[in-house]
């Protein structure tokens, strides 16, 4: 049995830094445990350009306390992003891709895109310059129901996958058993990130019993045998899929409303719930790839020379973190894990 599990510093490929107030506590409780992270560009005002994402970038380096982390960050895709942009984006190891987010599917999405053939020439040119597309994969038509627009947006993938094929996709927080068996059949430039949330909850975790306004994210949780396909697809030891926590804070009193905000907070104990399941599943020996490798191939970056050491013993996740007068709710709030963090580095 083990009982401790050293390996290099874990890579957080999808994360919400936010901005303002909850931007220091955000990225920190990140930079903490993680060699590199990918911070989304949806702010309020969202990260449209190349001067816009390193002055974004700098904000987070300078705000940051660990010298062995290195965020990455992105552009959010528009109808108007230019050609120089996506060049020196594509240029710069600080910008990691550009972000498309069909409008008004979550977060501060609205001045996503509307029509996908409309942007295929900005694709294209993303496919020239070798800058990869991250993708938030649900249609926004809002009188599909939502527990299916993962699955038809798959439609749009099969497309853009086909006509940019040299483009590197990801497959962001993919949530059904629809969205593995893509992944699957896709080529080696396409692979996909999985959440905490989604191979631990399904959609009755979300409902039954009263709504649980904490576990609400998305893509919205699923049935139990999309939970488990998604589940399965992370311990597998397939390459094509790598850790995204999409830990996305929202102040407590914003989650618990007539209309509550969609994301969950899962920054600070992310690492060890996914290290839970995968012990759970016999599948410990496939967790530092997952972590760490699967991504760093994928995107060619340099696995980090630092460790971090993780200890079988319990572990109490927060029941709740306090910025100023707001308070967070994180995933697995007071809850007992099999796992904790040895190291503090």
Sequence with gaps: MTN??????????HIHFREGILLDFAVNATAKNFHHAIAMPNLKDPITSYSKAINYYDQIQKISRFKHFEPLVTLYLTMTLMEEDIRL?????????????????????????????????ILELMEKYQLPLLIHGEVANKEIDIFDREK????????????FP???????????????????ASSINVAATITPQHMILNR???????????HYCL??????????????????????????????????????SSCG????????????????????ENAIDNFENFAVHNSCAFYGLKPSDKKITFEKSD?????????????????????TISWKILNEL
Excluded at 263 to 279: H, K
Aim: hydrophobic share 45%.
């Design 152 to 163: 038809l947006f798959i439609d749009e993938l099969i497309k853009i996958t086909s006509m």
């Design 204 to 214: 009755n975790d979300l409902l039954s019993g009263g709504l649980k306004p904490h």
């Design 166 to 184: 040299a483009l590197k996709v990801i497959f962001e927080h993919i949530s059904t058993k629809d969205a593995v068996q893509f992944i699957e």
């Design 219 to 256: 893509p919205v949780l699923k049935r139990e045998e999309h939970r488990i396909a998604v589940a399965n697809a992370a311990v597998s030891g397939n390459a094509k899929f790598f850790l995204g926590t999409d830990s996305a804070p929202h102040p407590r009193s914003q989650k618990e």
């Design 315 to 335: 572990y109490i996740i927060p029941a709740a973190f306090t910025i100023e007068n707001h308070e967070l709710i994180p995933l697995m709030a007071d809850q």
């Design 4 to 13: 401790k599990l050293t390996i290099p510093l874990p890579n957080d490929m």
């Design 261 to 280: 905000c969609a994301g969950i907070f899962s920054a600070i104990g992310a690492l060890e719930i996914y290290l839970q399941y995968f012990e759970a």
């Design 89 to 121: 984006s594509a240029q710069d190891n600080r910008i990691i891709g550009a972000k498309l987010y069909p409008a008004g599917v979550t977060t501060n999405s609205e001045k996503g895109v509307s029509d996908l053939q409309a942007c295929y020439k």
